[in-house]
């Protein structure tokens, strides 16, 4: 194998395959990227063994052939390259790359051993533009959990009734719900998707304005634009109930300036941090105290302007919480929904809190 690529196509190619790569894994071939040279491409393919991840760029083949090699070590040297061309040249057990004046040679591994990306029959599909689907998935992934032990809540669940597509991810002490109201998107619905598939996704060359399709099969999904390909499994198992975690009333509400709240929750979080993140949020007067204590460093305190109803309760969250749902929310305001310390409370933009909303669980107060 021979072929000539620029740089900046290259490091876009691998940033894709790279993404479904697996970093600590018992088989080195898949900490690797399998390269594929033919015609006049150059494919990129990187798996972890549930996920495929394939992109291909335009080249000058020499020669053709295929070959694996380290998917981490490639990546560091070609994003720290300069701009220009890059040519990858296999040698035996070593592939020699050369760039205006740098020579690398790293080791290779047999194409063969990469597990090939199996092929989809899918029995549903969902269409909408690109930028509707980037702005519902920012929307809820920062809920994600990372609990390995309940894998159904490590993806984001993808729900769609022929109306409204649903998307919500939790790790049982935050829930983040986004809604899509169209018709006609595709198929009826009810998957949950690994977060690591929408992260990568998410970075395909799509412009904000085209429709992008998923395809799912009974177990897995893929994503098709030509130059990039994505196929993951689907998770198994039943995603909580996540209706009959939002609360259906609520006796109290306060209506905040989003960045003025967030600014003043980031700065609590400074003392916060060493506490559990604990801050305590209090409704006094036309504003909130916001506050925090460490028993070894001392007390912080910050005021933000609200308009209320019937907003006099005290209540304690864990402040990274409320900021990630502050920047996932967006807009000019933010509405505080609640009932009593004891209970979970809903933050919802001010304009369009029914499709989007964020739901977290309070902290003791002491």
């Known amino acids: 194998m021979k072929v000539t690529v620029s740089r900046k196509e290259l490091n876009d190619a691998l940033s894709i395959a790279a993404s479904a790569s697996s970093v600590r894994t018992a088989l080195p071939v898949l900490?690797?990227?399998?390269?594929?040279?033919?015609?006049?491409?150059?494919g990129l393919l990187g798996c972890d063994g549930e996920m495929w991840a394939s992109a291909v760029v335009a080249a000058n083949v020499q020669e053709p052939g295929s070959v694996c090699v380290q998917q981490k070590l490639l990546s560091d040297i070609v994003s720290a390259l300069n701009d220009g061309f890059v040519t990858l040249e296999l040698k035996g057990t070593t592939v020699l790359l050369t760039a205006a004046g740098s020579e690398w040679n790293l080791l290779a591994l047999p194409a063969e051993e990469f597990p090939e990306a199996p092929v989809l029959e899918p029995t549903a599909t969902l269409t909408l533009p690109a930028a509707s689907l980037w702005t519902a998935i920012e929307g809820v992934a920062f809920a994600v959990s990372d609990d390995t032990s309940r894998p159904v809540l490590t993806g984001v669940l993808f729900q769609y009734d022929g109306e409204v597509l649903t998307?919500?991810?939790?790790?049982?002490?935050?829930?983040?719900?986004?809604?899509?109201?169209?018709?006609?998107l595709g198929s009826e619905i009810k998957v949950v998707v690994p977060e690591k598939a929408l992260r990568t996704i998410k970075m395909l060359p799509v412009p904000a304005d085209a429709p992008i399709t998923i395809s799912f099969d009974d177990a897995r999904l893929t994503v098709?634009?030509?130059?990039?390909?994505?196929?993951?499994?689907?998770?198994?198992?039943?995603?909580?109930?996540?209706?009959?975690?939002?609360p259906s009333t609520s006796t109290r509400s306060w209506t905040l300036d989003?960045?003025?709240?967030?600014?003043?929750?980031?700065?609590?979080?400074?003392?916060?941090?060493?506490n559990l993140n604990r801050v305590r949020?209090?409704?006094?007067?036309?504003k909130v105290v916001i506050s925090a204590r460490s028993q070894d460093k001392g007390e912080a305190k910050e005021e933000v302007a609200?308009?209320?109803?019937?907003g006099d309760i005290e209540i304690a969250f864990n402040g990274r919480y409320v900021m990630d749902a502050l920047n996932a929310l967006g807009g000019d305001g933010?509405?505080?929904?609640?009932?009593e310390s004891s209970k979970p409370a809903v933050l919802r933009p001010v304009e369009g809190g029914e499709?989007?909303?964020?739901?977290?669980?309070?902290?003791a107060i002491s």
């Open 31 to 42: 900490s690797s990227i399998r390269l594929d040279a033919t015609g006049t491409s150059l």
């Open 334 to 339: 933010v509405q505080a929904e609640m009932t």
């Open 306 to 310: 609200m308009v209320a109803q019937n």
């Open 167 to 184: 998307l919500v991810a939790t790790d049982t002490h935050r829930m983040a719900v986004h809604k899509v109201q169209k018709s006609g």
């Open 224 to 246: 098709d634009i030509g130059t990039s390909k994505i196929v993951a499994q689907l998770l198994s198992g039943v995603y909580p109930n996540w209706e009959r975690v939002v």
């Open 258 to 274: 989003r960045k003025e709240f967030h600014d003043n929750v980031k700065r609590i979080m400074i003392l916060a941090r060493e």
């Open 281 to 286: 949020f209090s409704g006094e007067d036309g």
């Open 355 to 363: 499709d989007h909303f964020c739901v977290v669980m309070p902290m």
